[in-house]
């Protein structure tokens, strides 16, 4: 019913930056809250930032000054994450997340991205 396809991963040295995109499609009312997460290897999957509808934002403390979220709630319905200043610490495979309201249903329901990898190297 509803997909989010991820963008913009890649291999990058310290000190550079990144941009990831995701987009969700299919039956959207609304999108509640999107969020960023990633897993390192061999580590638990992390809340990296998130952006309610009404433009709140949160950040991980790890990541606060680096990164920043933003969305466009127009029909692309398109999830933004500039990372700044890259550290080898965040390598890791970047989520999105959507939490979608459905059309017509009225049902709620989260929606994963593939994935993408991002390399930080020293």
Known sequence: QVQAVES???LVQAGGSLRLSCAA???IFRINVMGWYRQA???QRELVAAITNEVTTTYIDSVKGRFTISRDNNAKNTVYLQMNS???EDTAV???NHGVL???SGTYLEVW???TLVTVSS
């Open 41 to 43: 290897a061999g580590k």
């Open 86 to 88: 890259l550290k080898p």
């Open 8 to 10: 913009g991963g890649g």
């Open 102 to 104: 459905l059309a017509g």
């Open 25 to 27: 499609s299919g039956r």
């Open 94 to 96: 970047y989520y999105c």
């Open 113 to 115: 991205g593939q994935g």
